[in-house]
Structure formats: C-alpha cells, structure tokens
C-alpha cells in the first residue's frame, strides 16, 4: 500500500506538529522523505514502544479499506505518532516504495534459495513469472515454487534490451542477429482467453480502456494467448510518433474524438504463451513461428525482422528503420528464451542520438538517495535572441566528482533559492546528446529533448557559444516531425 507525497506530509505534520513548510525544508535539506520524518518525529517525546510488524501489517489493511483520503492521512498519524524514530523513518519509505537500500533483487532471490533450501534457478524461474518476489517467497518457504506459472490476466514483467552505441558491438557479442525495428509508441502485453481481451502497460497497469480497437483487433483471433508488442500512433500505414500517441495516455477511457484523432495499432513481436502453454523457454525463432501462425490473416500487425551477420548489414537495417519513422533498431538472438524483467546481451538495442548540443545550465535541483544533499539535476538552456529559452533537464552522464563541483559551484553563485533547487547564472556549458525533439507548450522555447543526457561538461566553452532555438528547431525538422507532431517522412 503505496501514498503519496501529499498524503505522508499531511499525516507527519498531525502527528508532530510540524507544518508542511517545515517538513518541505527538511526533505529538500536531508534529500529522502523518511530520513525528514525521523528528524522531525525525533523533537516530539518517544513512545514508550513502537509499531510492531504485526501493526504494520494492519495499517497496510487499514489503509486499503479507508473510504476517504482524510480517513487515511488519520489513520497513517496515528500509526506515525505510535512510532519511535528509526521505525518511522522506515515506515516512510515503505509507504512512499522507495526503501533504497541498494538491494538487488536477483540478492533477494539468491537468499531466497539459501534461506529455504530451493534451487536459485528455480527461485528466479518463479519469480520471473510471478513478477512479486513476497508470492514468490511464500512459495519458496512452502516448497511449492512448480506452481508457479504463466497465467492469463497476471501480467509478467517484460524482457528488456541493453542498449550499444555501434553496430560493431553486436558483433562482437554474437556473429548473427535478427534485427527488428524499434518503435516509436509504448511497449505492451496482450492477454486473451479467446475473447476476452485485457491490455497491460510495461508497468503491468491494466490499460485496456484507453485503446479498445487494439482489444478488438486481438479478440478476432478467438485463442488463448499472451503477447509482447508495441502500441503505436499510426493512421493506415503512416506512423504519427510518440508526442501524438501521449494524448491516448493516462485517460480512462478513450472517446470517439481522441479515436478519431490519434488511431492507435498494435505491432506484435514475440508470444509468451499460446492455447495455455507457456513459451518462455523455448527459442525466439519458434515463438516468432507460432506467433506468424496465430496472427496470420488478423489485423494485427507483426513486426518486422531481417538476419544481420556484418557491420554493413546492421548499418543498413538500422537507417532503414529510421527512415520508416521508427527509433531504431532491436537485435535479438534467435536462440533466446523470453526471460521476464532481464536485460541481458541476447536483446540489443541500437538508438543513436540525433544529434548534440551545446547548452547552459540555467537551474540545478537536488537529488535523492545516493545523490541527496547534491545539486545533481540540472535544467538547461539554449540562446533565443538577447535571452535564453530552457529546452530540458538532465541528471545522467555526470561523474560523482563532478557533481560536487557544480554544487559547490552552484551554491556559492545561486542568485535564488526555491524549495529544491537554486536559480544559477549562466556559466556553466555542457553538451547534451538525445534521441528526440517534440514540441512543448511547458517550455519557453517550444520545445523538449526526449531523454536527453549530458555527454560532457564544457568548460572550456563561453555561453555567447552555445546552440540557439533555431538550431533546435532545424534539428526537430530533420528528424521529419510536421508541425502536429506527425511524421513527414
């Protein structure tokens, strides 16, 4: 049982006293919300014991069955005021899901083997289809880990790719690939019993609603089945990008208006499961020919591949792709099993950025966990006329070292503090690569950097040098988005 932030502020601030100004001070000051809640509990009188496992446990039901949100915030203060410090730092965490304890999960799951006598494999195994390591626990404990299985309407986590920067590093990992396009949409899974259709996002939220024409187009293959794909923006055969598809989400349902403007289709690129028989285990290439077989004749689409065994072959799919409107390119090893929630080296993902720019770091904010206490997320700029138009935010691609530089940079120079961050003068260039430029509304300059990192810090670079929103709006053209953020090319 997860609350928000909103929710945790108002239940410390009933149970010590302290205004949500205060606890804001303190979170932003230490840079984790349990951490401030134990300070904050810590100036009130200890309570002569606290919250059991048991009474947590209650809370977790309590908090589930509450009718309203006042109900809740009352009933996690009185748990928080039964809690000396330590617990209620960790009762924070817990209810906010970020304990950061900097365990992994595949450690979870080797104690799990080692506390209750089990084959590790077989742990991983049934934690890869259960997708909960507390079932899979429970299991392990009652030595009961072969009922675990792939179950329709249990959607399991998917397998992931590791992403390469140059055609050259597949080779080197394996001599022959099927290389397939990487889509511009959201990865989903589909789960059908024939004719009952649910759709499931790639955090394992049922989304089912939002796109009914993907649901329709499944159930017509009136078999039971579990596939992995990708939902895209597409009118006939023209794909319409990302930034049109982001209006379907996060809707509850999808209304003739937003059908009508931004149809959305199903690709499909591997089964899971079919007539009630899990696939996991068996290689890609027979999934692929299982898969071909179930949808042949249907609306579906099915993804397509083409065998790579050179540089040249995979420079040539990968610009080809591109040109299709797609991201990129997805290498995957024909022998390989689907392994749930793993990234390993059997998928690749090949995405090159579409270009770099030099920019200027206009506002810095604090992070968390590792990085709290630490200017680590940094907004930058690009030059518009005499001013500067900020076009994104960046937090990756720094090294630890640097990091303290621009805070103790930072925090001597800020010319404003807000409640996070501080407002910097323009000095500090970095370069910047990512995959993509869609227009913004939010931004001053129109426009936003899709994943975008920072490739290296230019200090040897004066501002008056930096990139200008012409330039980012010569780059948004090449990519081939129109001005409705639909693909020209």
Not at 100 to 107: A, D, F, K, P
Not at 156 to 171: G, H, Q, S
Not at 406 to 433: D, H, N, Q, W, Y
């Amino acid at each position: 049982m997860r609350v928000g932030g909103a929710l945790l502020r108002e239940a410390v601030a009933a149970a010590t006293g302290a205004t949500p100004e205060a606890f804001a001070e303190t979170y932003v000051r230490l840079g984790d919300g349990g951490e401030a809640v134990a300070e904050l509990m810590a100036v009130r009188p200890e309570p002569p014991s606290s919250l059991t496992l048991l009474e947590a446990r209650r809370l977790c039901e309590s908090l589930g069955k509450a009718a309203t949100i006042a109900e809740r915030r009352d009933t996690l203060a009185h748990a928080l005021a039964a809690c000396r410090p330590p617990a209620a730092k960790y009762l924070a965490k817990i209810m906010g899901g970020g304990m950061r304890i900097g365990v992994q999960e595949s450690l979870v799951e080797d104690a799990l083997a080692e506390a209750f006598g089990c084959d590790a494999e077989g742990v991983r195994w049934a934690n890869m289809l259960l997708g909960d390591v507390g079932h899979t626990a429970a299991l392990a404990r009652a030595k009961r880990l072969h009922e675990a299985t792939l179950t329709l309407f249990r959607p399991v986590k998917f397998m992931l790719a590791t992403a390469i920067d140059a055609a050259d590093e597949a080779l080197v990992i394996g001599p022959e690939w099927e290389a397939e396009d990487k889509y511009d949409g959201i990865r989903a899974q589909v789960h059908c019993d024939g004719r009952d259709v649910r759709i499931y996002s790639r955090t394992l939220d049922e989304i089912t609603s939002q796109f009914p024409e993907v649901a329709t187009a499944f159930g017509e293959t009136g078999r039971p089945l579990v596939c992995d794909g990708e939902i895209l923006a597409q009118a006939g055969d023209r794909q319409l990008g990302f930034a049109k598809l982001s209006k379907r989400l996060g809707r509850k349902q999808a209304d003739e208006d937003i059908l009508r403007e931004v149809p959305a289709a199903f690709v499909a690129f591997d089964l899971l499961a079919l007539d009630g028989a899990p696939l996991l285990r068996e290689p890609l290439a027979e999934r692929r020919g299982a898969l071909a077989e179930v949808l042949a004749g249907s609306r579906t689409a099915i993804a397509r591949t083409q065998r790579v065994a050179d540089v040249p072959g995979v420079e040539a799919a990968f610009e080809a792709a591109v040109a299709r409107g797609n991201e990129g390119l997805v290498l995957k090893s024909a022998a390989s099993p689907y392994q749930p929630g793993r990234r390993g080296q059997a998928w690749l993902k090949l995405k090159r950025p579409l270009a770099t720019l030099d920019v200027v770091i206009v506002a810095a904010e604090y992070g968390h966990g590792k990085r709290r206490g630490l200017l680590s997320d940094y907004t930058f700029a690009v030059r518009a006329g005499e001013g500067l138009a900020p076009v994104g935010k960046a937090y990756s691609g720094v090294t630890d070292a640097e990091i303290a530089f621009l805070t103790e940079t930072f925090l001597k120079s800020a010319v404003r503090r807000f409640r996070g961050g501080v407002i910097v003068p323009p000095m500090i260039v970095i370069e910047v690569a990512f995959n993509g430029i869609q227009r913004s509304p939010r931004h001053p300059s129109g426009f936003a950097l899709r994943f975008p990192r920072i490739k290296r810090l230019r200090l040897d670079k004066p501002v008056a040098e930096i990139d200008t929103v012409e330039r980012v709006g010569e780059l948004w053209e090449r990519q081939g988005v129109g001005e409705r953020g639909q693909r020209t090319a």
